[in-house]
């Protein structure tokens, strides 16, 4: 399986500003993708981070609002920019290392104020 | 697209008692579920999965069988323990509507094993 980790763990932040969320994977993965989740609900696809060209978005999710980078095959970031109260949820990225299965980093807690 | 259904959203087990909890899926293309065991604060794990070409798949006291024609699969727990106590996620995976790929969860199933 692999091992991934998410810088920042959690953070506050003020409405109107931006927060970018990185994802290190240990190996090179195929896929990585970026999700929400509302506290006791599901997870919510946002995107699908795809190397050397533009993510696929969701129904709902717009680049303006949540820009995504993935410069290589190891790593990805997610943009959540110009923040509202609403935008408060945990913020989780995905893998995918082999074909099927997927693994999760430890999810960024976001609060904007 | 794909869409899941995951019944029931909370149930309560006895301690040492079997809990079952079934998904149902629409995409007749879709070829892979996993499912995920997600603690209070901490990340969903991939506890068991199974693929189209398989119809039941065990892992001690966890099992997943799979149902391509009703398309519907379900998690089994036997001998159910305190620390089983989480939610529980089911999932497709298959293409959407605009060709890539990716996971459909359900909606989740509040698992409480009673003491």
């Known amino acids: 399986s692999a091992v991934i980790s998410q810088k920042p763990s959690r953070d506050i932040c003020q409405r109107g500003t931006s927060l970018t969320i990185q994802c290190q994977v240990d190996?090179?993965?195929?896929?990585m993708f970026w999700y929400r989740q509302q506290p006791g609900q599901s997870l919510t696809l946002i995107a699908t981070?795809?190397?050397?060209?533009?993510?696929?978005?969701e129904s709902g999710f717009v680049i303006d609002k949540f820009p995504i980078s993935r410069p290589n095959l190891t790593f990805s970031t997610l943009t959540v920019s110009n923040m509202s109260p609403e935008d408060s949820s945990i913020y989780l990225c995905?893998?995918?290392?082999?074909?099927?299965?997927?693994?999760f980093g430890p999810g960024t807690r976001l609060t904007v104020l | 697209g794909e869409n899941v259904e995951q019944h029931p959203s909370t149930l309560s087990v006895q301690e040492g008692d079997s809990a079952v909890i079934k998904c149902t899926y629409s995409?007749?293309?879709?070829?892979?579920f996993p499912w995920y065991k997600q603690e209070l604060g901490k990340r969903p794990q991939l506890i068991i999965d199974i693929r189209s070409n398989v119809g039941e798949k065990k892992d001690q006291r966890i099992a997943v069988t799979l149902n391509k024609t009703a398309k519907h699969f379900s998690l089994h727990i036997t001998e159910t323990q305190p620390e089983d106590s989480a939610v529980y996620f089911c999932?497709?995976?298959?293409?959407?509507?605009?060709?890539?790929?990716?996971?459909?969860f359900g909606t989740g199933t509040r698992l409480t094993i009673i003491p």
């Open positions: 981070a795809n190397q050397g060209s533009e993510a696929t978005y």
């Open positions: 190996s090179q993965v195929t896929m």
């Open positions: 999932a497709a995976w298959g293409r959407t509507n605009f060709g890539n790929e990716k996971l459909t």
């Open positions: 995905g893998a995918r290392p082999t074909v099927g299965e997927q693994f």
């Open positions: 995409d007749s293309a879709s070829n892979y």
